[in-house]
């Protein structure tokens, strides 16, 4: 009897513990508790390669006022980058830097911009309910190239199967700590329908897109969040949520952008 109902407690302990990981990004858990759990650094994204910014040259990752990196994001105008709503919505404009152009994070290269304006999507409430999406206004212009936004008359970039890159500075495990690196890593576009059957509710459909293995093992993960999913040379997603990283038959929910994207776009002026 007392072994049973310590049994579930600590199961509930184990389940209300994996979600915090799962949707919490890095800088959020170390801002408003401990400093994020052990951090064994690794390389960002699971199953993917070292990639360079100089072949990618919009993508950028946040950090906070400590310098820490805590979610990824995507030059969509010169001084206007994307990233996901759970990333900066409780934040303050001097409390976030962008830094592009820094393949590796110890090292000085390219530039770090401060940020003068949040905007986040004004339907965000959490990212299992969509419009998980923001956009920073920099203090200076980037000069780097900007990613273009896939909008309605990309359908063909979401259809199942498609190949997307996703890239970031996140985790290269489950639990693992954050890349010191940029890295990408390839997954194919899953339907709505399978994404679904996955995930329930919590997957709505035309908010969000899916993509990875049904064998897992390839993934975006804690950290990547607000970084790019790219297809067709365009935006098509922003890294949102999961459960755990990688997983089989657990496949990276990602904002779906095209639905997104005149909203996005009003912000990009
Ligand atoms: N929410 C995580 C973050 O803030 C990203 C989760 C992506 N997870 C995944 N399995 N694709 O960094």
Redesign the pocket.
């Known amino acids: 009897m007392r072994q049973r109902v310590w049994r579930n407690r600590s199961a509930t302990l184990l389940i209300v513990a994996a979600l915090w990981v799962?949707?919490?990004?890095?800088g959020a858990v170390a801002s408003e508790s401990q400093p994020a759990a052990s951090s064994s650094a690794a390389a960002p994204i699971v199953g993917g390669e070292p990639a360079e910014v100089a072949d990618h040259p919009w993508v950028v990752y946040l950090v906070d006022t400590a310098g820490k990196q805590f979610?990824g994001g995507t030059i969509a105008a010169p001084d206007k980058v994307v990233t996901?709503g759970?990333?900066v919505a409780d934040q303050r404009p001097d409390g976030i830097r962008v830094v592009a152009g820094r393949t590796d994070k110890n090292t000085q290269a390219g530039t770090v911009a401060g940020v003068s304006d949040i905007w986040v999507h004004p339907e965000y409430t959490d990212?299992y309910r969509g419009a998980d999406v923001a956009v920073l206004t920099l203090r200076d212009s980037l000069s780097r190239a900007s990613l273009p936004l896939a909008s309605a008359e990309d359908d063909a970039l979401y259809r199942p199967g498609t190949r997307a890159t996703v890239l970031g500075w996140?985790a290269t495990s489950e639990g693992g700590g954050p890349s010191d690196i940029l890295r990408k890593a390839t997954v194919p576009v899953i339907a709505d329908s399978e994404c679904r059957a996955t995930y329930g509710s919590n997957f709505v459909a035309g908010a969000m897109v899916c993509a990875g293995y049904a064998e897992g093992g390839v993934?975006?993960?804690?950290?990547?969040?607000?970084g790019p999913l790219v297809a067709g040379d365009k935006l098509i997603g922003v890294?949102?949520?999961?459960?755990?990283?990688?997983r089989p038959g657990?496949p990276?929910?990602y904002t779906e952008v095209a639905s997104y994207a005149d909203q996005i776009r009003a912000q990009l002026s």
Not at 219 to 226: L, R
Request: with cysteine; proline share 7%.
């Open positions: 799962l949707l919490v990004p890095a979610c996901a759970h990333c990212p996140g993934d975006g993960c804690q950290g990547d969040s607000g890294v949102s949520w999961g459960i755990g990283c990688a657990k990276g929910v």
